[in-house]
């Protein structure tokens, strides 16, 4: 089993950055790929970024791209998502996710385990 929790989220102006933090206990997620994925009101929770098992391998998703870094510490047991140029469409509970598979999978049925969620707000 391994234990996901998220921290990190909160409410910032358009424009801004925040970093989370996805910190693993159990079976360390130095074995799995890791992705975040965010959920907003009345949506389906949508695939933000993934990272392979080291540092080599990342995938996002096109709304992120360029604005949006995933970055793993195994060290520390750790995964991060840089958020810069925050948008008010960025809004959402973000999940952090570990797969016990192998790739860079980006549905939601592909991750066997799950965080409680962090909360994103971004003002206009």
């Known amino acids: 089993q391994v234990q996901l929790v998220e921290s990190g989220g909160g409410l910032v102006q358009a424009g801004g950055s925040l970093r989370l933090s996805c910190a693993a206990s159990g079976r360390t997620n130095s074995r799995y790929p890791m992705g975040w994925f965010r959920q907003a009101p009345g949506k389906e929770r949508d695939f933000v970024a993934a990272?392979?098992?080291?540092?080599?391998?990342?995938k996002y998703a096109d709304p992120v791209k360029g604005r949006f870094t995933i970055s793993r510490d195994n060290a520390k047991n750790t995964v991060y998502l840089q958020m810069n140029s925050l948008k008010p469409e960025d809004t959402a509970v973000y999940y952090c996710?570990?797969?016990?598979?192998?790739?860079?999978?980006?549905?939601?049925?592909?991750?066997?385990?799950w965080g409680q969620g962090t909360q994103v707000t971004v003002s206009s």
């Open positions: 996710a570990a797969n016990q598979g192998y790739g860079l999978a980006i549905q939601v049925h592909d991750y066997d385990y």
């Open positions: 990272i392979g098992r080291n540092n080599l391998n990342t």
